[in-house]
């Protein structure tokens, strides 16, 4: 029956029944729901477990019926709100979600409402097998001891399907090597980064001794004196208190007292096979246990019946790595690594702080030294936050072979400019960059570092701008002619927090010279300084639609309000734009607005099912002119909404700035 026909008492007597088949699931049997007419099924959906859901959704799917309304249901009632979950379009997107949240939430023993509430249904082995299926990311929690020993016992099943499935690793937090306890997450991380498939590391933590380990024999021939006596030690009692020694003889210390391990090496003792039984406190606080750090012993030690001391364990390549709070410490660490660290195709680097100068140039003469091998595979480098710009110019010509480069700056007050450390005609060389992203948090910017750049890089297919601020009667002009002039293979173009709102002859001029793919001119102030707003726009959209490769359009936080119906025209005439997403959120667009935009949209209507994001626009303001406008746009759009509150005077305002 239809549901606007229902009766209150009907709909409560169907929720009663879809819960009895949640509850008696196994009784029921997967035959019996499969059996059932479809539009039941599709009831039946949100009230299923995740478990129940994995279970049918492969033949469901053979039935043509989506479990995508399913797996959102569940991200509702997790989340409980539709920002997190709404550019969730397909089932596998929507699943995916569902088990990277809950995996690392019911595998360490956290809980939330959502966990709590169904957690009969989930702290089972075989949730945490069918989630393992989805995730590509395993991150784990040193200091979570009872879930890593598990891997070595009940649920070692689980880490051999890990090892199959996990691509990337993530260590969140500080481990003390000189606690027993630790060896269980040493060895867990061995059997995935060596003996599994993960070829990204990404570190959360400052931990100079921890990520030595990481990157000890795993791409780098970079070997650490200290680390390699502590490794090969039988006691190592004071093993997270050693200073790391670099190639240069620079110390790096975790911040502890250090004891020589050359005092102790006359105390060392034989070394045991150690059982998986928890490590007394007594033992570890006398720092009289028997400890090793090396991997090939730990997997010996810790493999169920071990291992033949004959068999070598492989090693692992690193290629992409992300060191998430990046000091001066594990720069250290990294930068005698990366000499021959030829593995490497991605580096990404974050500091909470800002890098200072000689960090920066520190990293540059060890790229430098890696660049300048024949068997570098370096292409891709992320920085982030540098003192001044011109040290983009100094990473450039010293990693001639990326193709990829993010770099994000922030003005240092105490940093002293540089002068470039080359002549100008080697700085003028041409760069092999396909991908540039640069932002910029400074008072004011001079374009010329970015401008300079674009004019070295023919072979640029995306660029992302954001936050460049330019001087008093300057304009943002130039960047876009150098773009225009230099950089023809461009097909993502994305410009945010710039003011372009003088610079529509040269938008009109790139848009004609480059085939782009994806524009975004985000809070660009596009139509600020615009005589008539509405002509303006029609140009902008006339050149739009001559681009027949545009297929993704943002043109967010632009305050385009009433004139956001002139956009409907890109799907107007004989040839129809093929923009395929437009973007026109925070735009302050009111219902009125929207209805106005709804009618000549149907009226030029898009030649395939347009995804349009209406996120952060005044909706609430004439809710039922609102509700009326998606309902005109839902037989043409998948739309993206999320509720407004114009009590939010905060919001508000910075909508109407």
Same mark, same amino acid.
């Given at each position: 029956?239809?549901?606007?026909?229902?009766?209150?008492?009907?709909?409560?007597?169907?929720?009663?029944?879809?819960? +009895?088949?949640?509850?008696?699931?196994? +009784?029921?049997?997967?035959?019996?729901?499969?059996?059932?007419?479809?539009?039941?099924?599709?009831? &039946?959906?949100?009230?299923?477990?995740?478990?129940?859901?994995?279970?049918?959704?492969?033949?469901?799917?053979?039935?043509? %019926?989506?479990?995508?309304?399913?797996?959102?249901?569940?991200?509702?009632?997790?989340?409980?709100?539709?920002?997190?979950?709404?550019?969730?379009?397909?089932?596998?997107?929507?699943?995916?979600?569902?088990?990277?949240?809950?995996?690392?939430?019911?595998?360490?023993?956290?809980?939330?409402?959502?966990? @709590?509430?169904?957690?009969?249904?989930?702290?089972?082995?075989?949730?945490?097998?069918?989630?393992?299926?989805?995730?590509?990311?395993?991150?784990?929690?040193?200091?979570?001891?009872?879930?890593? #020993?598990?891997?070595?016992?009940?649920?070692?099943?689980?880490?051999?399907? &890990?090892?199959?499935?996990?691509?990337?690793?993530?260590?969140?937090?500080?481990?003390?090597?000189?606690?027993?306890?630790?060896?269980?997450?040493?060895?867990?991380?061995?059997?995935?980064?060596?003996?599994?498939?993960?070829?990204?590391?990404?570190?959360?933590?400052?931990?100079?001794?921890?990520?030595?380990?990481?990157? *000890?024999?795993?791409?780098?021939?970079?070997?650490?004196?200290?680390?390699?006596?502590?490794?090969?030690?039988?006691?190592?009692?004071?093993?997270? #208190?050693?200073?790391?020694?670099?190639?240069?003889?620079?110390?790096?210390?975790?911040?502890?007292?250090?004891?020589?391990?050359?005092?102790?090496?006359?105390?060392?003792?034989?070394?045991?096979?150690?059982?998986?039984?928890? !490590?007394?406190?007594?033992?570890?606080?006398?720092?009289?246990?028997?400890?090793?750090?090396?991997?090939?012993?730990?997997?010996?030690?810790?493999?169920?019946?071990?291992?033949?001391?004959?068999?070598?364990?492989?090693?692992?390549? %690193?290629?992409?790595?992300?060191?998430?709070?990046?000091?001066?410490?594990?720069?250290?660490?990294?930068?005698?690594?990366?000499?021959?660290?030829?593995?490497?195709?991605?580096?990404?680097?974050?500091? /909470?702080?800002?890098?200072?100068?000689?960090?920066? $140039?520190?990293?540059?003469?060890?790229?430098?030294?890696?660049?300048?091998?024949?068997?570098?595979?370096?292409?891709?480098?992320?920085? =982030?936050?540098?003192?001044?710009?011109?040290?983009?110019?100094?990473?450039?010509?010293? /990693?001639? =072979?990326?193709?990829?480069?993010?770099?994000?700056?922030?003005?240092?007050?105490?940093?002293?400019?540089?002068?470039?450390?080359?002549?100008?005609?080697?700085?003028?060389?041409?760069? $092999?960059?396909?991908?540039?992203?640069?932002?910029?948090? #400074?008072?004011?910017?001079?374009?010329?570092? !970015?401008?300079?750049?674009?004019?070295?890089?023919?072979?640029?297919?995306?660029?992302?701008?954001?936050?460049?601020?330019?001087?008093?009667? /300057?304009?943002?002009?130039?960047?876009?002619?150098?773009? /225009?002039?230099?950089? *023809?293979?461009?097909?993502?173009?994305?410009?945010?927090? $710039?003011?372009?709102?003088?610079?529509?002859?040269?938008?009109?001029?790139?848009?004609?010279?480059?085939?782009?793919?994806?524009?975004?001119?985000?809070?660009?102030?596009?139509?600020?300084?615009? @005589?008539?707003?509405?002509?303006?726009?029609?140009?902008?959209?006339?050149?739009?639609?001559?681009?027949?490769?545009?297929?993704?359009?943002?043109?967010?936080?632009?305050?385009?309000?009433?004139?956001?119906?002139?956009?409907?025209?890109?799907?107007?005439?004989?040839?129809?734009?093929?923009?395929?997403?437009?973007?026109?959120?925070?735009?302050? %667009?009111?219902?009125?607005?929207?209805?106005?935009?709804?009618?000549?949209?149907?009226?030029?209507?898009?030649?395939?099912?347009?995804?349009?994001?209406?996120?952060?626009?005044?909706?609430?303001?004439?809710?039922?002119?609102? =509700?009326?406008?998606?309902?005109?746009?839902?037989?043409?759009?998948?739309?993206?909404?999320?509720?407004?509150?114009?009590?939010?005077?905060?919001?508000?305002? %910075?909508?109407?700035?």
């Amino acid at each position: 029956m239809q549901a606007d026909n229902r009766t209150p008492k009907e709909i409560c007597l169907k929720k009663i029944c879809l819960q +009895a088949v949640r509850n008696n699931f196994a +009784a029921v049997g997967t035959e019996a729901v499969l059996d059932l007419p479809t539009p039941l099924i599709e009831d &039946l959906l949100p009230h299923l477990t995740v478990c129940q859901l994995d279970e049918l959704q492969p033949a469901l799917n053979l039935k043509g %019926i989506s479990t995508h309304a399913g797996w959102i249901g569940i991200l509702e009632d997790m989340c409980g709100c539709v920002d997190h979950i709404i550019d969730l379009l397909t089932e596998e997107e929507a699943k995916h979600e569902v088990m990277r949240m809950l995996f690392t939430v019911v595998f360490n023993g956290f809980t939330n409402p959502f966990v @709590s509430r169904n957690i009969t249904n989930l702290n089972t082995p075989f949730f945490l097998l069918a989630a393992a299926k989805c995730i590509k990311h395993f991150l784990l929690f040193t200091s979570l001891h009872k879930p890593l #020993q598990s891997l070595t016992a009940e649920q070692r099943p689980l880490l051999n399907l &890990l090892e199959k499935r996990i691509r990337s690793v993530g260590v969140s937090q500080s481990a003390d090597l000189s606690k027993k306890k630790t060896q269980t997450a040493l060895y867990v991380l061995h059997r995935l980064l060596d003996h599994g498939v993960a070829k990204e590391l990404v570190v959360h933590v400052q931990c100079p001794i921890m990520l030595a380990w990481l990157l *000890h024999g795993r791409g780098s021939q970079y070997v650490n004196g200290k680390l390699k006596k502590l490794m090969h030690s039988k006691t190592t009692s004071c093993l997270s #208190q050693a200073p790391i020694t670099t190639s240069d003889g620079a110390s790096c210390s975790p911040g502890l007292e250090t004891n020589t391990l050359d005092d102790q090496d006359d105390q060392v003792t034989p070394c045991k096979r150690s059982k998986l039984d928890p !490590v007394s406190v007594e033992g570890e606080e006398s720092g009289k246990t028997n400890l090793t750090v090396d991997p090939q012993v730990l997997c010996r030690t810790l493999t169920p019946c071990g291992g033949s001391p004959a068999e070598a364990c492989p090693w692992g390549k %690193i290629e992409r790595l992300e060191i998430r709070q990046c000091g001066s410490d594990s720069l250290t660490v990294l930068n005698s690594a990366l000499l021959t660290f030829y593995c490497l195709h991605s580096l990404t680097l974050h500091s /909470s702080s800002i890098f200072s100068v000689s960090d920066v $140039l520190g990293l540059a003469r060890a790229l430098k030294q890696l660049s300048g091998s024949s068997r570098s595979s370096l292409t891709d480098l992320s920085i =982030s936050v540098l003192p001044n710009t011109e040290l983009m110019d100094i990473l450039l010509d010293t /990693s001639r =072979s990326l193709t990829s480069l993010c770099v994000e700056f922030q003005t240092s007050l105490w940093e002293p400019r540089l002068i470039p450390h080359q002549p100008l005609s080697e700085m003028s060389a041409e760069l $092999l960059l396909e991908k540039l992203t640069v932002k910029v948090a #400074q008072v004011q910017t001079d374009v010329n570092f !970015v401008t300079s750049v674009l004019r070295r890089c023919p072979h640029l297919t995306s660029l992302h701008v954001a936050g460049m601020r330019l001087p008093t009667g /300057s304009s943002q002009s130039q960047l876009l002619t150098t773009l /225009s002039e230099s950089n *023809h293979r461009l097909t993502r173009l994305t410009l945010e927090d $710039l003011n372009l709102s003088d610079c529509l002859p040269e938008i009109l001029n790139l848009v004609r010279d480059c085939k782009l793919e994806e524009l975004q001119l985000n809070d660009c102030r596009l139509l600020e300084k615009w @005589s008539d707003k509405q002509e303006g726009l029609q140009q902008l959209v006339a050149a739009l639609k001559t681009v027949s490769s545009l297929h993704t359009l943002s043109m967010a936080q632009n305050r385009l309000a009433k004139n956001v119906c002139v956009l409907a025209e890109l799907f107007s005439g004989p040839s129809p734009s093929s923009v395929k997403r437009l973007d026109i959120s925070s735009n302050f %667009i009111q219902a009125a607005e929207l209805l106005e935009f709804s009618k000549a949209l149907r009226t030029h209507c898009p030649p395939h099912r347009l995804t349009l994001d209406l996120r952060k626009n005044p909706g609430d303001r004439d809710p039922d002119t609102w =509700s009326s406008a998606l309902r005109g746009l839902w037989p043409l759009c998948v739309l993206l909404v999320e509720g407004w509150k114009s009590t939010d005077t905060m919001a508000d305002h %910075i909508s109407n700035m």
